[in-house]
């Protein structure tokens, strides 16, 4: 007899033997246990590649999506204006190393800052960023350190996941504001951000700058205007909002 055939006669006698004296319901669900005679094909399964194209077409559509929502034209425009005159302060710099530390100052964005409050109906640009925008405030010490609870909520901002136009910028004023925004940028690198990152834009890649010019100025926000968590916890942290580093999560194109 063929080897084949025998299997199967093998398996529905198996089968029928299991069955003597059951109920069909529970010769049914015995039959479920035993599992299918040899000759028994298993269910195609679809392909689910189409679906998963579909997929990553429509969170592609969302990511490109997201910085308009996230900033609003008004505040896309700011960043941009900012982004410029840096550019063009950095092209004049006598060197590299001139050209690459170079800030945007209260001085250079004046006319920019005035025109953003003007459009976006605020007496305050500071108040507007931290209401809109994704940020965390850091009171970085003389010596660099920085309390435990903000390196903690420092490492999460740098960890979260990143769009193509993601960019961090900061913000802070007063003497030494170019060294408390070193500290900060150097611990946002050191977990995990940056300085450029090549990234998958549909088929295509492109290098992306993940850093803004910081901005070297006083944002001029009340300590009492400040949310509960962005305000300095004494004693680790001086309760002097001129100390403080504003990093903000930027999504704007």
Partial sequence: MDSSLSSCLKGALVAAGVCLGMSQLECASTQAIVGPSPSTKPPEVEPEHSELALLGDRVRVLE???????CGPELRALIRDARQLCSNKAASGASAAARVSTECNEKDMKVALVTAEKDLETKSIGQKLLSVLRHEVVYPRADGKIATKREDRIKTLARERLLP???????????????RMDAVRARLMEYGVKETEVVMDGDKENTVQRFEKPWNLRLRVPLQQLPLVDRPVPPAEARDIERAVFVFRTDCL
Avoid at 64 to 70: F, R, T
Avoid at 165 to 179: E, H, K, N, P, V
């Fill in 64 to 70: 490109e999506s997201l910085p308009l929502l996230a």
């Fill in 165 to 179: 136009s993601t960019r961090f910028l900061m913000i802070a004023g007063g003497s030494d504001a170019t060294q």
